[in-house]
């Protein structure tokens, strides 16, 4: 069943750039940063795959997709500028919980939001680089980024480096490997796993932690 979703998106994937070449993957790389769960790793293996086919020259994928994502990352971006610390802070104290009978539990305290943006504040363009090679997240982050109103020039600057990070060795790899491009899913596969494994094993730590240190302040 996973293989035949695979292969629908795929299809669905290669008969939008078919049909409007370069726009359509711009278009598609704004939507994969506008909407989180729309994969990127079928987009640029796939498009290198068409350039090693003559179909499109494999410095123009890069370009368009890197400009694709800036241009959605910007709006995020703008969205954040809009809602601004306060408006965030409120939802936070509002909404972050997840209530299971009369038992309330916090997912993300505004204690921990202005933490993070204290370190957004600090190391932002570090974490909107190191972001943008992520699974999940390098959209999301453009948010935050606003919300602290990072200069925008700096913004788009270390999005366009981390977005070239991204979408240039994806695209090499399908053009290296031709029609053999499917291989790169496989090495995605096992980097998505290795993050996840990675942040839950840090979440779980983190726990850890935040109990032992409430446990020693009871003392």
């Given at each position: 069943?996973?293989?035949?979703?695979?292969?629908?998106?795929?299809?669905?994937?290669?008969s939008?750039m078919?049909?409007?070449?370069?726009?359509?993957?711009?278009?598609?790389?704004?939507?994969?940063?506008?909407?989180p769960?729309?994969?990127?790793?079928?987009?640029?293996?796939?498009?290198?795959?068409?350039?090693?086919?003559?179909?499109?020259?494999?410095?123009?994928?890069?370009?368009?997709?890197?400009?694709?994502?800036?241009?959605?990352?910007?709006?995020w971006?703008?969205?954040?500028?809009?809602?601004?610390?306060?408006?965030?802070?409120?939802?936070?104290?509002?909404?972050?919980?997840?209530?299971?009978?009369?038992?309330?539990?916090?997912?993300?305290?505004?204690?921990?939001?202005?933490?993070?943006?204290?370190l957004?504040?600090?190391?932002?363009?570090?974490?909107?680089?190191?972001?943008?090679?992520?699974?999940?997240?390098?959209?999301?982050?453009s948010?935050?980024?606003g919300?602290?109103?990072?200069?925008?020039?700096?913004?788009?600057?270390?999005?366009?480096?981390?977005?070239?990070?991204?979408?240039?060795?994806?695209?090499?790899?399908?053009?290296?490997?031709?029609?053999?491009?499917?291989?790169?899913?496989?090495?995605?596969?096992?980097?998505?796993?290795?993050?996840?494994?990675?942040?839950?094993?840090?979440?779980?730590?983190w726990?850890?932690?935040?109990?032992?240190?409430?446990?020693a302040?009871?003392?």
């Amino acid at each position: 069943m996973l293989a035949d979703l695979i292969e629908q998106i795929t299809l669905f994937v290669e008969s939008i750039m078919l049909t409007f070449g370069l726009p359509g993957i711009g278009l598609i790389a704004m939507a994969e940063n506008l909407f989180p769960p729309v994969p990127s790793e079928f987009l640029y293996p796939l498009a290198g795959k068409l350039a090693f086919d003559g179909l499109m020259p494999m410095w123009a994928v890069v370009i368009v997709g890197v400009t694709g994502t800036c241009a959605a990352s910007s709006l995020w971006y703008v969205l954040g500028v809009k809602l601004g610390e306060e408006r965030v802070r409120q939802f936070i104290e509002r909404r972050a919980t997840i209530t299971v009978g009369r038992l309330r539990i916090p997912i993300f305290t505004v204690d921990q939001y202005d933490r993070a943006l204290e370190l957004f504040r600090h190391r932002g363009g570090a974490i909107v680089l190191i972001a943008r090679i992520l699974p999940y997240v390098h959209s999301v982050v453009s948010l935050p980024a606003g919300v602290i109103r990072m200069p925008f020039w700096r913004f788009m600057l270390y999005t366009a480096i981390g977005a070239t990070a991204w979408i240039l060795p994806l695209t090499v790899l399908g053009y290296v490997l031709g029609s053999r491009w499917r291989e790169v899913l496989t090495l995605m596969d096992a980097y998505q796993n290795a993050i996840i494994v990675a942040a839950a094993a840090g979440l779980a730590a983190w726990l850890i932690w935040r109990r032992a240190r409430r446990r020693a302040k009871l003392r």
